[in-house]
Structure formats: structure tokens, C-alpha cells
């Protein structure tokens, strides 16, 4: 028997100049004649987290009966495709001390917290380890980055309080490496980019840098067309496609730059890279997020699509209302529908980084297939800043059976959802944040 397969190293990086750029899990990683599951190179469960900001109406988003083969409600339309591989868990809800409801920071800090965070508008603030961390200490120490955090607005500029009572940092970010150290969230594409596969530069030279520097890709491309050659007709479709997907992020985050460069006389600190357009700004930070997951630079992130209190308008969904005016709806029915509308095309742009996964080989499988994914948020009924129940769907192939409407006991602390899946990934926590224990028979 002649074993002609090449055999490439799973952490092998295709390097140019200035640049390193990590590989996509290809057939040729795995040492010939080994069975895909036994392999070292065999793809792993990623795990990440959504956060949509300023609640939800829940009524149009809460499927109607409970148990498999669910109705998908209006703003959970946009994820049947993704049914088989979908779950929706209500009744859970955010640590609430005593009569307190809280209201936007304490939504965010305390969603993958489980604890209701230290009132302070001084910079000591106190929350928990959140659950993306916990994940990452498991499943992260063997890649590049161990976790990333993205967002599409920054405020870190502002110092004390962003919601009476407590600090600015509580909305900052989601994810928290201890209860005392809030993580930041990186806005810019190219920087997440480049942090990705590349090497971002000091801020004060970020935007000479851009112009002067050469394709990421194109300094790697004497080596990819080289490795190319030793592959099977598979992997290098496989290799190919990869780096067709990096050049086309890598395209339209120069389209927003140069957008951008237009009218630098009066926008000499603006961060390059960021487009005009919320969907797109969206989008390029999904497919980094998809890119980072395929190269298995990461198997971690959190990404907050926007932050809490966000008065972003969407005129190209016909709303020219503040996100968060309109979410005091007031039980307007005008108002409501708007918010419906909100919420939908958050979850159809969510949609879209599912439909990217799912269409990205991945061993024997696909990304959508190795990922456990939280799609969420820290509030409730807008209207009322309510704690519970709060909206989280799960999606991939790590919810087990899919199409399913999952209802835990009403006021059930979201802590013990995160205990569940610290102990999918192998972290036994018995009580995680305020919880009283894991969920069960989730997955």
C-alpha cells in the first residue's frame, strides 16, 4: 500500500510580510489512515455569544407551545432555516437583589455574570467571571487568542455614570476576565482584522499604516500558491474559498477606509476601518468572527451588536426613531410594531452569520455544526426593564436535538444556564453568579 497524502500541521501559518495568517482545518491535517475523531487536528466545539441591546416584545418573540416542532414567532422568523440545529430557553432571568429591577447596565453586566453588579459610579466596579471565560480557560488555551470580544459602539470615553447608580463600565462590554476586570470590546474592523491575522499598529499611526501597507493576503500569496500545490483537489478548493473569504473582508474594510479618508480634514481621529453602515459594520464583524472560528484562531467570542441605551436609528427598515425612545414603548401599538421591526432585523442579520457557518466545511462537518452559540439579551419587556424573562436562543450543533422550545421554571437564574454549559465544556461549577445549580437535561 502507497500512503501519498501530504500531512500538514494544524497550527502551520502561511507568513508574508508583517503577516501571519492561520490556516482552515484541512483533510491533509489529519495523519493518514487515522479516523477524523481519533484525530488531533479534529475539529472542536467554538463557542460564542450575541448580545441585542434595550430588551425585546416578547410576545412576538416567545414561541407559543413549548416542546419540539415550535412555530417560528415574527422575529424568529429569520432563523427556520436554522431549525434543526435551534433552540429557544425562556422563564430565565437576571440576578434581581430584592425588589430591584435595574435597568440597562445592570442588563448587560449581569447577563453572562449571573450576578447583579456592584452599584458604583467610580471605577470600582464588581461583577463575576463571565461564562465566555470560564468556556475559554477550557477550550482557548491552545489557540492564538483564547477568547475575542467585538462591538460596533464605543463609549469608553465616558467616565462615571451611564445609568443612575452605576458606572459606565457596566455597558462597555459583556465579558468579564474577573470580577474585577471588565474586558474591552473592539469596535474597529481592521484592528479585529488584523488582531485576527495580522498586526494592527498603534492608534496614532493607524491610518498612514493602512495606506501604506500591502494586502495581508498578498504577502502571503507565494506561499499559499505553493502549499496549494502539495494539496488534494479537496483541500484546495477548501484553501482557496478561505482565502477568497479573507480577500473580500480585507476589500471591504478598505472601501470603508477610503469612504472614510474622504473627509479626514474634519475626521482626523476617526478610527479607520469602521463603515457608515450599521448592517455592514455588523456583517464585517461577523465574518471576521466566522474567519477567526474557520482558522481556529479563536474558539471563544462575545460580540455586543449594540450597546445598551443606543440611540441608533434604522432608516434603512424605515425607523428614523432613537432604538431606545422607541423601546419605552409605553404599550403604543405604533411604537411596538417598530420595535418588532427592530428586533426582527437584528436576528436577520444574526441569521446571516449562522448562514455562514453552516455553508463552511469543517472536517466532517461544519462551523454551524462544531459551535454552541447564545443569541441574547440581559432585558426583557423593554417598557419595564424587566429581568425576566429574558430572550436567549441557542444555535448549532452543540444544542443537541434541534426545533426544540426549552420552558425552565419561571424566575430560573440565567447563572444556571451558564452552569450547564461550563459543564458541556468540562468546568463543573455548582453554583455559578446567584444560581442554584444546573439546568439538566438542556442539551
Partial sequence: MFITKA??????????????????????????????????????MRFGVTYFPNGAIMQQLTPTT????????????????FKDSLV???????????????DHAV???????????KRTEAEDVMANTTIDQIVAKRIGQDTPLPSIELATEDFTGYVGACSPGFSCAYMNTISWSSPATPLPMETNPRIAFERVFGEAGPASVRLAAARKKRSILD????????????????????????????????????????????????KMDTP?????????????????????????????????MSREISQRTYPQIGITEQHHTTSHHLNNPDKIAKCVVINTHYVR???????????????????????LLFYGAGMGDSNQHASDPLPIVMAGGGVGQGHRHVEVATRTPVGNLWSTVA?????????????????????
Avoid at 22 to 37: E, G, N, Q, S, Y
Fill in 66 to 81: 413549548v416542546g419540539e416542532g415550535f412555530a417560528f414567532t415574527p422575529i424568529l422568523k429569520p432563523l427556520e432555516p
Fill in 219 to 266: 504577502s502571503v500569496a507565494n506561499e499559499a500558491k505553493s502549499l496549494q500545490a502539495s494539496l488534494g483537489t479537496r483541500d484546495q478548493q477548501r484553501l482557496s474559498d478561505y482565502l477568497d473569504n479573507l480577500r473580500e473582508i480585507e476589500r471591504r474594510i478598505q472601501q470603508a477606509e477610503a469612504h472614510q479618508q474622504k473627509g479626514e480634514s474634519n
Fill in 7 to 44: 500531512n500538514v500541521n494544524r497550527r502551520m501559518l502561511l507568513r508574508g510580510a508583517g503577516a501571519a495568517i492561520a490556516l482552515p482545518f484541512l483533510d491533509a491535517m489529519i495523519p493518514a489512515l487515522t479516523p477524523l475523531a481519533k484525530a488531533a487536528a479534529a475539529p472542536r
Fill in 272 to 304: 479607520v476601518g469602521v463603515p457608515d453602515s450599521f448592517d455592514d459594520h455588523v456583517g464585517l464583524m461577523f465574518d471576521v468572527l466566522a474567519a477567526a472560528f474557520q482558522a481556529d484562531v479563536t474558539r471563544v467570542f462575545t460580540f455586543m
Fill in 88 to 102: 429557544v430557553v425562556t422563564n430565565l432571568t437576571r440576578s434581581h437583589p430584592g425588589s430591584q429591577v435595574g
Fill in 423 to 443: 459543564a458541556k465544556f468540562g468546568t463543573q461549577i455548582e453554583h455559578f453568579g446567584d444560581g442554584t445549580g444546573a439546568l439538566g437535561e438542556l442539551f
Fill in 349 to 371: 442579520l444574526y441569521a446571516r452569520f449562522l448562514a455562514k457557518l453552516k455553508a463552511t466545511e469543517d472536517g466532517d462537518g461544519t462551523l454551524l455544526d462544531h459551535s
Fill in 107 to 117: 442588563s448587560c453586566a449581569g447577563f453572562l455574570t449571573g450576578v447583579w453588579p
